[in-house]
């Protein structure tokens, strides 16, 4: 693996594996494996056996059904990962040493590129991955282990794994965490002494290396960073002079774009202006236009009005010629017309009695229970899924409809109506209209929607705002009959909602939930009533259409199997209507019960649990209770179970023999509901063959007593009106005398008539010759209508290009301006961390270099130390010897003073050679580390050693004066050349150099040799 990848390891010890799970992973030192994102898995082995996802908080799952390359022995634990912002938790583990196993692969972002995915690794808050990036590592689809993590447990017992984003969201596969051996003690650790304090501190040799290496590699990354940079220094340069020509590019075009602008401002000017006098001659042409269709008008009307009025009193007036003779024959004439009249009257209202009456038995003969059978279309789900339709509408128009059981097997059914899925909801509601005008005439209906969930019951009661259902239709036709009938008949209709939901009756329009119980109770007039309940007074359309909606939003929904927004209640809708003719006075209440019922699936098919199986139940409960009572009307029992359900009590009213009902039952084409449609059939067709009998009119009792008083008010009348007949033939002879007056009139209203016909055909002529004007403007108005389109079209055009060209330079400029901040950004960045490196060699450069003046120092002190001592020695042995040789022979002298200065001098000048051996050879190694280099410090050696021994010689030259010439000339032989030869023995080299250039340089050597002898007098 590459370097650049081992870089994204921040510790030492885990590896990066190229290829998926192994057996070896799978021993006995596994303590857990999660599956990140997937659920409990085995692989080939059956050993390998991997947990669900588990211990995690945050991030999201992902899953892939690509072949996994490399998968090793459990390919499944890389087909998920989990993903986003995340991490892992692990409890309860015991403390100690633990190994931590990492899975990943880029399943996702699978076509690349590198770098859309990159994110860190944190274990136990320490990052222990920089920058991972799966791709560019294995590519798509590929496995890719970490393995061989050591983590730490104390006494908390937890491990937490953190994984953060830098590009894109990180994502991970599988965790694993094995025990680990204890740490071997081979690898025994390094100690360093600190500068400051000259402490041990032991550094791990692992660490070490590590360090050594990610050193090497930052100082790798610094030279390639300053080369990029320069590199990005000069595309920057480049792109800034291609920003330059785009920007002079782009100030041309704005300048072109401004005269653009100028010539289309100047042309939409006048192109104004000349719509502006368009419109004032238009304006003009209007207004005259209208007051002469306004006049035209009027004429016509008043000579229609006078020819209208001029026959009917050219007839009046041959009528009343022709009467004249015979008035007493008119007189009897008129009574009888009265007379015949009235008997009109009568008969026109039987004959209205009779009419809704036949229109009634019409309908009850084609049977009160009347079924009617929709079937929606197959949704856009059970295409996609292969779902075929069972279905068979050949006969739909003669009422039957066929289900396919099986290969060529067919059940047939036949209903008053069949609708396909292509009927809509006016032609369901155009049939189950005729029985709105029944509730209007006093009888009690009933229309209810059954089938099972999902087949469109409250689609077809209700609709939607674009295509209204049963219900606002319904409320529609009834304001529009009442509005038809408002010269005889007064209505008064309210509107209540309630639901049946777990066999309680709850009032959709009440405003505040109530804790009493609704009953349904029986009224002293014999109907059945829910005391307590909320009845809205509706006026219009508009105000029923808000109580449906209230009672609609309010109604209870859930979730199965079945249908996603499923009711899970019976809604009932009951519209009161009371009646009252305003003829006779008789006065009707009935009820209009419009019932959208819950879906009559079966338990198994939910598949629900708790609260929505208790819904469940309760719904087939009331389901079941209905079709007894359907069975016991079909059998006609005695006893009709009513009261087994708050469903049927309520409807008990509308089901009985002086109601009439309609049914529409709801199926599904799908072959997945074949069951559920067949059996929604079967209860369909035993409904239909119920026979309630005839409907009973529901005469309000209250209203007779008014009638009867009404009865007294029309014999009045009747008195009244002979009075008024008298009235009438005095009022005939008033009338010959107006119509000579009027035959007068006429002829006046003629000549006038004359007039203004030709007026009217002045009045044309001149209208004729302004439509001519009006085709000639418009014809204009047309052509430069035109030519402005088109300049309009040019503009736009130039516009949108200069739109495009400017978004697409701004967006590319932006772009490289964006790739050469983050450049930047980087150079800057690894600038930074090149500094802080440099800071931090230069930091230890300089206490290096203190080190090496300490260490300058302590040598400038042992050698004054070493000066001092090698002085004493000298002077004493020189006493000695002088000593000795006043006393001794010359033989024995030489002999003494060569053993005596031997045998004094040697163990002194070898320790003092040995002791400044030892530091200065042991710190010689970091000296030439340093700034000064090896032949300065030599330099300076040699300058002392010339100093020391000039002092010796000096002081040797002192002693010679002393003794006698023969004393002298032993001692010479014997004592200074071995001593001084023997002090200068640490540097041999150097010292032998020393006395040549001492015997060289006499001149020198006699200075010292003065300035020497003035310090040993004064020391003597």
């Not at 909801?425 to 029944?438: F, G, K």
């Not at 879906?599 to 598949?607: A, M, P, Q, W």
């Amino acid at each position: 693996m590459d370097d650049s990848f081992d870089s994204m390891v921040l510790v030492s010890g885990p590896k990066f594996v190229l290829w998926g799970l192994g057996q070896m992973a799978f021993e006995d030192d596994v303590v857990m494996f999660v599956n990140a994102g997937g659920h409990e898995t085995q692989g080939q082995d059956s050993r390998v056996r991997i947990d669900g996802d588990s211990c995690f908080q945050g991030g999201d799952v992902i899953e892939t059904n690509e072949m996994i390359i490399e998968g090793g022995d459990c390919p499944s634990l890389y087909q998920s990962a989990r993903y986003g912002d995340f991490c892992y938790k692990f409890d309860s583990l015991a403390p100690g040493d633990y190994f931590m196993d990492l899975h990943f692969a880029e399943i996702v972002n699978t076509n690349g590129p590198k770098g859309i995915r990159v994110f860190n690794v944190f274990v136990q808050e320490e990052k222990i991955l920089s920058g991972l990036d799966i791709f560019a590592v294995v590519g798509a689809n590929k496995p890719l282990q970490l393995v061989d993590l050591r983590v730490s447990v104390v006494d908390d017992g937890n491990i937490l794994v953190r994984f953060e984003g830098l590009s894109g969201t990180p994502t991970v596969c599988g965790i694993c965490i094995r025990k680990a051996p204890a740490l071997s003690d081979l690898a025994k650790p390094e100690h360093l002494t600190c500068i400051k304090c000259a402490t041990e501190i032991e550094v791990s040799p692992l660490k070490n290396k590590f360090q050594n290496r990610n050193i090497a590699q930052y100082e790798k990354k610094i030279q390639e960073l300053t080369s990029e940079c320069k590199m990005k220094s000069d595309e920057c340069y480049e792109a800034w002079m291609s920003l330059t020509d785009a920007n002079e590019q782009l100030r041309r075009l704005n300048i072109e774009l401004d005269n653009k602008l100028f010539q289309n401002e100047t042309l939409e000017q006048n192109l104004e202006r000349e719509m502006e006098k368009f419109r004032d001659t238009s304006e003009r042409y209007k207004n005259d236009k209208k007051v002469w269709s306004a006049a035209i008008a009027n004429l016509e009307k008043k000579i229609k009005a006078i020819k209208e009025e001029y026959t009917q009193l050219s007839q009046d007036a041959h009528d009343c010629a022709n009467s004249i003779p015979n008035l007493n024959k008119m007189t009897i004439a008129v009574q009888a017309l009265v007379a015949q009249t009235e008997d009109l009257k009568l008969k026109y209202s039987e004959e209205i009695a009779k009419r809704k009456k036949l229109y009634n038995q019409i309908q009850e003969a084609k049977g009160n229970i009347r079924v009617f059978c929709r079937c929606r279309p197959l949704s856009k789900q059970e295409v996609s899924t292969g779902h075929n339709a069972v279905v068979d509408f050949d006969a739909a128009k003669d009422g039957e409809i066929g289900i396919m059981n099986g290969g060529a097997t067919k059940k047939s059914f036949k209903f008053d109506r069949v609708y396909t899925p292509k009927d809509n909801q006016a032609d369901v509601y155009a049939d189950a209209s005729p029985l709105v005008t029944s509730v209007l005439d006093g009888y009690n209906v009933c229309i209810f929607a059954y089938g099972q969930t999902g087949t469109g019951k409250t689609f077809t009661m209700e609709g939607t705002e674009q295509n209204r259902g049963v219900n606002y239709r319904t409320l529609e036709e009834l304001f529009k009959i009442a509005e038809e009938r408002n010269e005889t008949y007064s209505y008064n209709l309210s509107v209540s909602v309630l639901e049946v939901y777990n066999e309680q009756i709850r009032d959709l329009l009440a405003t505040s939930p109530s804790t009493k119980k609704l009953e349904v109770r029986q009224a002293a007039e014999g109907f059945h009533h829910v005391p307590g309940i909320v009845e809205a007074k509706v006026e219009n359309i508009k105000e029923a259409w808000d109580v449906l909606q209230a009672g609609s939003n309010a109604r209870s929904v859930g979730s199965n199997n079945v249908n996603e927004h499923s009711s899970r209640s019976h809604c009932m809708l009951c519209i009161m209507v009371r009646a009252k003719n305003l003829m006779d006075g008789v006065c009707t209440k009935s009820k209009l019960w419009l019932v959208d019922l819950a879906g009559s699936e079966r338990l198994t098919k939910t598949d629900v649990q708790g609260e929505r199986l208790k819904e469940a139940q309760n719904i087939n409960r009331s389901l079941s209770a209905l079709g007894d009572v359907i069975s016991a009307l079909a059998t006609k029992n005695n006893h009709i179970p009513y009261r087994n359900s708050k469903l049927t009590h309520l409807l008990q009213d509308s089901l009985g023999g002086d109601s009439k009902a309609l049914m529409l039952v709801q199926i599904s084409p799908s072959e997945n509901d074949l069951g559920e449609t067949v059996s929604s059939l079967n209860f369909a067709s035993r409904v239909r063959g119920v026979e309630l009998g005839l409907a009973k009119k529901q005469v309000d009792t209250v209203e007779l007593q008014k009638m009867k008083q009404m009865i007294d008010k029309v014999r009045q009348e009747s008195r009244t009106k002979d009075e008024s007949l008298r009235k009438l033939e005095e009022n005939f002879q008033n009338l010959e005398n107006k119509l000579k007056e009027k035959e007068q009139l006429c002829r006046t209203l003629q000549e006038k008539n004359k007039e203004l016909t030709n007026q009217l055909e002045s009045n044309t002529e001149s209208q004729s010759l302004s439509e001519r004007k009006q085709w000639q403007l418009i014809e204009k108005l047309n052509g430069k209508e035109e030519a402005y389109a088109v300049l309009q079209q040019k503009v736009k055009e130039m516009e949108c290009k200069f739109k495009d060209q400017q978004h697409s330079e701004s967006v590319i400029l932006q772009l490289k301006v964006k790739e050469l901040e983050c450049k930047l950004k980087e150079q800057a960045h690894s600038e930074n961390v090149a500094a802080q490196k440099v800071k931090e060699l230069e930091y230890k450069l300089k206490e290096r270099l203190q080190f090496q003046l300490n260490l300058e120092q302590k040598v400038k002190e042992l050698e004054n130390k070493l000066r001092e001592q090698k002085e004493e020695q000298d002077s004493m042995l020189l006493l000695q010897s002088a000593d000795r040789s006043r006393i001794a022979t010359p033989i024995e002298g030489r002999s003494f003073s060569s053993n005596e200065s031997t045998s004094h001098t040697d163990p002194q000048i070898l320790r003092n050679s040995n002791s400044l051996n030892k530091p200065m050879t042991s710190q010689f190694s970091f000296l030439l580390k340093g700034v000064e280099s090896l032949h300065e410090i030599k330099r300076k050696r040699d300058n002392r050693s010339v100093s020391v021994e000039n002092e010796n010689v000096i002081s040797a030259s002192l002693v010679e004066k002393k003794m006698a010439p023969t004393e002298l000339s032993r001692t010479r032989k014997v004592d200074p050349a071995k001593a001084y030869g023997r002090l200068t023995r640490t540097t041999k080299v150097i010292t032998t150099q020393k006395l040549f250039l001492h015997g060289r340089n006499k001149k020198e050597q006699q200075d010292g040799a003065a300035r020497e002898r003035d310090k040993t007098r004064a020391w003597v």
